[in-house]
């Protein structure tokens, strides 16, 4: 039987680093679909009722309480306010102060987009605690 | 006519690199269709500089309450109305430790829809919330139109 094999036996030859690549470059792309998206987002919070007494003058009269009207005008405590100015303006009053807390109330017919965008300018100037205020919230404290 | 040996039988050993290419690229398209083809609720999400990592919203027994663009409320998927939110909410909510809230609202959902689902949460007890939104990069992105 003669030897009709074609085709080298023994050693390996060289390699075809084409179909390499391209099995290669296909499980990077695998391992790049499989990479987890983490959600991400804001913290907000929305305080239960005081069952207490009512909260002193004292606590009353330093809270912050961001406003947006209808027409996309920002206030702090009914001060008006340019919404580009109002992160540094939030840096500023929170310069003196440690309780970093505020609240934010916003008209009914404005997007969430927007409230969202406040609650992203406060936190970018470094505040914690932001509560909305919602008709419940106003109504229990 | 000189007797030529005949041919020998064609035997062909599948090539493998091939076969591997296309396997791994079917999985691929595979790996990305089914998370689409999930039930999902369409929310845009707020773009935002400053949102921090909410990996628990990943949780199979996170509390989620999405609200859509029209207003619509779900709890985790289902849709539901904001009056049996809160017991819905409330029973979710027993005997948890961590009581946080996510809320998946549209950008352009009605401040006052989400606020009444969220007044619906806060009546069941919950303090905390994370409002989910995405990260963008470029400061410039925000459109802030006066």
């Given at each position: 039987?003669?030897?009709?094999?074609?085709?080298?036996?023994?050693?390996?030859?060289?390699?075809n680093v084409t179909p390499l690549i391209d099995v290669l470059l296909v499980l990077i792309?695998?391992?790049?679909?499989?990479?987890?998206?983490?959600?991400?987002?804001?913290?907000?919070?929305?305080?239960?009722?005081?069952?207490?007494?009512?909260?002193?003058?004292?606590?009353?009269?330093?809270?912050?309480?961001?406003?947006?009207?209808?027409?996309?005008?920002?206030?702090?405590?009914?001060?008006?306010?340019?919404?580009?100015?109002?992160?540094?303006?939030?840096?500023?009053?929170?310069?003196?102060?440690?309780?970093?807390?505020?609240?934010?109330?916003?008209?009914?017919?404005?997007?969430?987009?927007?409230?969202?965008?406040?609650?992203?300018?406060?936190?970018?100037?470094?505040?914690?605690?932001?509560?909305?205020?919602?008709?419940?919230?106003?109504?229990?404290? | 006519?000189?007797?030529?040996?005949?041919?020998?039988?064609?035997?062909?050993?599948?090539?493998?690199?091939?076969?591997?290419?296309?396997?791994?690229?079917?999985?691929?398209?595979?790996?990305?269709?089914?998370?689409?083809?999930?039930?999902?609720?369409?929310?845009?999400?707020?773009?935002?500089?400053?949102?921090?990592?909410?990996?628990?919203?990943?949780?199979?027994?996170?509390?989620?309450?999405?609200?859509?663009?029209?207003?619509?409320?779900?709890?985790?998927?289902?849709?539901?109305?904001?009056?049996?939110?809160?017991?819905?909410?409330?029973?979710?909510?027993?005997?948890?430790?961590?009581?946080?809230?996510?809320?998946?609202?549209?950008?352009?959902?009605?401040?006052?829809?989400?606020?009444?689902?969220?007044?619906?949460?806060?009546?069941?007890?919950?303090?905390?919330?994370?409002?989910?939104?995405?990260?963008?990069?470029?400061?410039?992105?925000?459109?802030?139109?006066?």
């Amino acid at each position: 039987m003669a030897m009709a094999v074609g085709g080298k036996k023994g050693a390996m030859g060289d390699i075809n680093v084409t179909p390499l690549i391209d099995v290669l470059l296909v499980l990077i792309i695998i391992f790049m679909v499989i990479t987890p998206r983490i959600p991400h987002g804001l913290d907000a919070l929305v305080p239960q009722p005081n069952k207490d007494k009512q909260p002193d003058e004292s606590v009353l009269n330093r809270t912050i309480v961001v406003t947006m009207d209808a027409q996309r005008q920002v206030a702090i405590n009914q001060q008006p306010v340019d919404i580009r100015g109002l992160g540094d303006k939030l840096i500023d009053i929170f310069k003196t102060r440690n309780d970093r807390i505020i609240f934010i109330k916003g008209d009914p017919t404005l997007t969430f987009g927007d409230i969202a965008q406040i609650i992203d300018i406060a936190k970018g100037a470094g505040i914690d605690k932001i509560g909305l205020m919602t008709a419940a919230v106003e109504a229990g404290k | 006519m000189a007797g030529h040996a005949k041919a020998p039988p064609t035997v062909s050993d599948i090539n493998v690199t091939p076969l591997v290419d296309v396997m791994l690229v079917l999985l691929i398209i595979f790996m990305v269709i089914t998370p689409l083809l999930q039930k999902n609720i369409s929310v845009d999400l707020a773009r935002t500089m400053n949102p921090r990592a909410m990996p628990d919203d990943d949780r199979e027994d996170a509390i989620e309450v999405a609200i859509t663009r029209d207003g619509k409320t779900f709890l985790k998927k289902n849709p539901v109305s904001v009056d049996d939110l809160t017991a819905k909410v409330r029973d979710m909510i027993s005997g948890r430790l961590d009581k946080t809230v996510y809320v998946r609202a549209d950008a352009r959902a009605k401040y006052g829809d989400v606020t009444k689902a969220v007044d619906a949460v806060r009546a069941a007890g919950v303090e905390q919330l994370g409002l989910i939104t995405t990260q963008i990069e470029r400061p410039g992105n925000i459109s802030v139109s006066p």
